[in-house]
Nanobody, 125 residues
Framework: QVQLVESVGELVQPGGSLRLSCAASGFTSDYYNIGWFRQAPGKEREGIACISSTDKDFVADSVKGRFTISRDYAKNTAYLQMSNLKPEDTAVYYC???????????????????WGQGTQVTVSS
């Protein structure tokens, strides 16, 4: 059974940085795509970044220049590096996995097979 375990979120001051991790297990495929999503209270889930089976990445305009996505194949772990955090980045962050070979990924929730439990990131002074 596929399992995604996210790192614990934190309370971060505006302008600060935080790296989230997403450790994946329970599958044997060498090819998979990872997506990061977030959901703020009262808002719809937003796709913010993804990385494909061929390491092509996508970052949404709302966080471009501040967030980056990466992965460590040896550890089956993906990372979301967040910098210059703003109060509007406060949300529950989720990672998700798509067990298909894709050259390019997409932050469309319906294409992802399994999801992490979510982790709270709060940006506040």
């Amino acid at each position: 059974q596929v399992q995604l375990v996210e790192s614990v979120g934190e309370l971060v001051q505006p302008g600060g940085s935080l790296r989230l991790s997403c450790a994946a297990s329970g599958f044997t495929s060498d090819y998979y795509n990872i997506g990061w999503f977030r959901q703020a209270p009262g808002k719809e889930r937003e796709g913010i970044a993804c990385i494909s089976s061929t390491d092509k990445d996508f970052v949404a305009d709302s966080v471009k220049g501040r967030f980056t996505i990466s992965r460590d194949y040896a550890k089956n772990t993906a990372y979301l590096q967040m910098s210059n955090l703003k109060p509007e980045d406060t949300a529950v962050y989720y990672c998700a996995i798509d067990l298909d070979f894709l050259v390019y990924c997409a932050v469309v929730p319906s294409v992802y097979d399994s999801w992490g439990q979510g982790t709270q990131v709060t940006v506040s002074s």
